[in-house]
């Protein structure tokens, strides 16, 4: 099979290198944007450990908790938190190249002391 021909039968791919979804932020509202870092449950902690959210971040320098999806952001990387007009919130994590990858994100309030 030709390779255009295979290219038109499997649909639009969409290459990990050419991701940037910057232009989705447009009319939305940004919550915070910076650095972010990965909070871990404390083992023996006064927290319980079993209810704490799956990839739970917060913003550096900002009181801005949030969660998504595993495998966003390693232990610490940067981005954009946003809500558009329906209040779904939106994590924009910055990609090597300066691009952005949007991904559905959850509002936490942050835990006391982190």
Request: net charge neutral.
């Amino acid at each position: 099979m030709p390779l255009a021909v295979l290219a038109a039968s499997i649909g639009p791919v969409r290459s990990a290198m050419a991701l940037d979804d910057i232009a989705n932020l447009k009319g939305m509202g940004v919550v915070a944007a910076g650095q972010v870092k990965r909070l871990d449950c404390p083992v023996g902690s006064r927290f319980d450990c079993n209810s704490w959210p799956t990839n739970f971040l917060k913003f550096e320098y900002e009181n801005v908790c949030f969660a998504t999806d595993p495998g966003v952001c390693g232990a610490y990387c940067k981005g954009i938190l946003a809500t558009d007009k329906g209040k779904s919130v939106y994590f924009f994590e910055s990609q090597p190249g300066g691009d952005l990858a949007q991904r559905r994100a959850r509002g936490y309030e942050c835990p006391p002391g982190f």
